[in-house]
Structure formats: C-alpha cells, structure tokens
C-alpha cells in the first residue's frame, strides 16, 4: 500500500506542475483529494490493516494529501497573478502620449443672433418674457383686434389643435399677457418660436422665429420708436445703416409701418440680393392700437405704445448672407461648422 501511495503522489506532483489553467487543475484537485480521489481511496483501505499499521499509514496518507494540496494552492495562485499581470500588460495606458483632440461645439447662427438682439435691447432697459407655444384664439387674435370675421386671419392660417387652442402664429401674445399682469410703464421683448401653415421653400417654413417688443408708458411716440428701431439696426448691421419707415397695415397697431434697412450686401447702391432697390425689409412696426390697449385694462387716453416684430431667421441670413432659409433647420455639419 505504501508503494502504491508514492505513486499516486508522484502521480499527482507530476499532473499539477504540468497543468496549463485552472480548468485543469480543478480536474487533478478532484482527481486526487475529491471524495472518490485516489489518495481519499486509499484511506479507505485501511480497514485491512492491522491496528500497528493503522496510524502509520494514516499520517503517510494525509502527508501526501498536504503536499499535493499546498502544490495545488500554489499552482493556482502563481496561474492568477500571471493573468492578473497579463491583464495590466493589456490595458496599460502610456500617459505621455498627447490627448485625442475634443471637438467643441458652439452656438447655432439663429442663438447667436438672438444673444445679440437681446444683448442689445436689454441694453436700452427692454425687460425678456416668454409665453406659451399652445395659445387660446383669446390671445392669439381676440386681443390683438383681430376679430373671428377679420380677413388678416387668412395671411396666418394657422395649426389649430381643438375649437379654441392653436399653435400661436405669433409672440404678440406674450405681450398680451404681460399687459394684463403689469401695470405701465412696460419695456419689454418677447422672443420664440411660431407657427404657420406656409409652405416651405427658400424663404418661408411653418416654423420660424420672432422676436417682438412692447413699451406703453405715458407720452410715447412714433419718434420713439424710430430711435429704437434706428440704434438696433445700427447695432445688428453696422453704424452707416439707414432706417426707412413705409405705411403698411396690421390690425394691432394704428399707424402701422414697415421697415427697410439700407443693403448689407452692396450698401445701397443696388444689387441682386436687394434686387436694386437698396433697400431690406426687416421687420413690421406701429403705434399700439387703442382697442388692444383697452383689452388689457389700460386707458388709450392716458398710455400709448409702440410695437415691433422682427423675424429672426430672416434677420439671420441676411446678417450671414445664406440664401437659403432651409439651411438653418436641416442640421448639416458642414454648413453649420462655417459659424
């Protein structure tokens, strides 16, 4: 039986030193010390022999079973730091090697022209007030005196989400509500997105911005806002731009104006972009009408008040000459990254 045991651990020493991975050496750890091992065999033999012979060959067995159990313990700890070795050779980062370049984003045109115009408005004291996409027919055309029956409401058919909700087709509305909620003296813009069914095209799309101001106080005049109109266009354009008012007609103010701006492009002297005129409307423009000053509670007799809308993104291809109103919403990198 001894001789039987120096072979099994011979055996045994000579299988875990040459194992390769631990599926390997689980199999020999079974193999050797499981419950049907060969070296647990052995002790169960031991019933044959005489009791002298017992605990003799008893510490013979468990001496091997310890020696072939510290090789295996050793074994696997040698095989897991190799592999845990491997594993930092692997993933080993050289730190002094340059970093990959981080491309940063940056403003889109249509935000960077409206951080200007609010820059500059706030700048001659003008108040920024938001107001809700979805508007009621209340604010949307009922203040703004423009009644059911009223033919102006066919220039902006609009998206009408039940009998009495829309899409506000524009921010006026705003303006509305902050009538309603202060008291005058009242300096303010109003800027966001509106709605309107157009077909889209080069210069037209059923989304687009606007930027509007308000100012009802006491003793306010059309010069008034021709100083106001005038310094903007100074600010966006350039010092040697020319402002001109030509009568037009919206329902919300009376009088009502356009106004043209002299030509980036060729300065006034007539060009394609102006197509010879010298001229570039920009915006609509009026003296608040008295019934609009009424629907919010504050007396025509005693305040009056000036109105202005600009479209921001026409004012944006205009300042960065895109042809193209388009361009703006399709997201193309190369087109954007120009700016």
């Not at 005489?50 to 060959?57: D, G, I, L």
């Not at 100012?215 to 106001?228: E, I, N, P, Y």
């Not at 903007?232 to 009088?255: C, L, M």
Request: aromatic share 6%.
């Amino acid at each position: 039986m001894k001789a039987q045991l120096e072979a099994i651990k011979s055996a045994a020493i000579a299988a875990v030193n040459a194992a390769n991975d631990q599926t390997q050496i689980e199999a020999l750890r079974v193999q050797y010390l499981g419950k049907k091992g060969e070296l647990t065999a052995i002790l169960k033999q031991m019933g044959s022999l005489s009791p002298e012979e017992r605990p003799v060959m008893g510490q013979l067995v468990n001496e091997a079973k310890a020696v072939v159990e510290n090789l295996i313990t050793e074994k696997t700890t040698a095989m897991k730091e190799k592999a845990q070795q491997e594993k930092l050779k692997a993933e080993t980062i050289d730190i002094t090697l340059p970093a990959k370049p981080v491309k940063k984003g940056k403003l889109h045109p249509l935000n960077t022209v409206l951080d200007d115009m609010i820059d500059i408005f706030t700048s001659m004291g003008f108040d920024v007030v938001d107001g809700p996409e979805v508007e009621t027919d209340h604010y949307n055309f009922e203040c703004l005196n423009v009644p059911a029956d009223h033919p102006a409401r066919d220039m902006q058919d609009t998206f009408y989400l039940g009998e009495n909700l829309l899409l506000r087709t524009q921010t006026s509305a705003a303006q509305i509500r902050t009538m309603e909620n202060r008291k005058p003296p009242i300096r303010v813009i109003c800027p966001g997105r509106v709605f309107r069914a157009d077909e889209v095209d080069a210069t037209h799309s059923p989304v687009f911005h606007q930027i509007e101001g308000l100012v009802v106080d006491k003793g306010v005049t059309m010069c008034d806002l021709k100083g106001v109109l005038e310094q903007f266009a100074q600010e966006i354009y350039g010092k040697d731009t020319q402002v001109k008012f030509r009568p037009s007609f919206f329902p919300f103010t009376e009088p009502s104006v356009e106004v043209d701006v002299t030509c980036s492009e060729c300065g006034g002297k007539g060009c394609r972009v102006c197509k010879g005129s010298g001229w570039i409307e920009i915006l609509g423009a009026g003296m608040v009408h008295p019934n609009v000053l009424r629907s919010c509670g504050i007396d025509p007799e005693e305040y009056s008040g000036f109105a202005f809308g600009i479209g921001l993104d026409r004012l944006t291809t205009t300042r960065y000459k895109i042809s193209d109103i388009r361009l703006l919403f399709e997201n193309d990198k190369r087109f954007l990254e120009q700016f």
